[in-house]
Nanobody, 121 residues
Framework: QVQLVESGGGSVQPGGSLRLSCTASGSIFSIYGMAWYRQAPGKQRELVATITSGGSTNYADSVKDRITISRDNAKNTVYLQMNSLKPEDTAVYYC???????????????WGQGTQVTVSS
């Protein structure tokens, strides 16, 4: 069974840092793009950052210069380093990945279960 498992969420004061991790496990042939999304209470899920298999990245304007996405292809893991956190960064953060399970088949979209990040004094 293929799954994405996130870790690293928690509570932090404004200005603090957190590092989220997400590991894909199961019978996976290859992983294309990986991304982090977040959803704050009462709001729609929004894209935070993306990273291709080759390491190209893109960020939402609201997190540029504060958040860095990276990945370790050997470990099937994507990371989100978050610095200078603000109360408005409070949300459930979800990992997303496009996977190929079997050679020659189409990519499939997978989501993690989410990890809570709370920024409060």
């Amino acid at each position: 069974q293929v799954q994405l498992v996130e870790s690293g969420g928690g509570s932090v004061q404004p200005g603090g840092s957190l590092r989220l991790s997400c590991t894909a496990s199961g019978s996976i042939f290859s992983i294309y793009g990986m991304a982090w999304y977040r959803q704050a209470p009462g709001k729609q899920r929004e894209l935070v950052a993306t990273i291709t298999s080759g390491g190209s990245t893109n960020y939402a304007d609201s997190v540029k210069d504060r958040i860095t996405i990276s990945r370790d292809n050997a470990k099937n893991t994507v990371y989100l380093q978050m610095n200078s956190l603000k109360p408005e960064d409070t949300a459930v953060y979800y990992c997303n990945a496009l996977l190929i399970l079997t050679p020659g088949t189409m990519t499939r979209n997978y989501w993690g279960q989410g990890t809570q990040v709370t920024v409060s004094s």
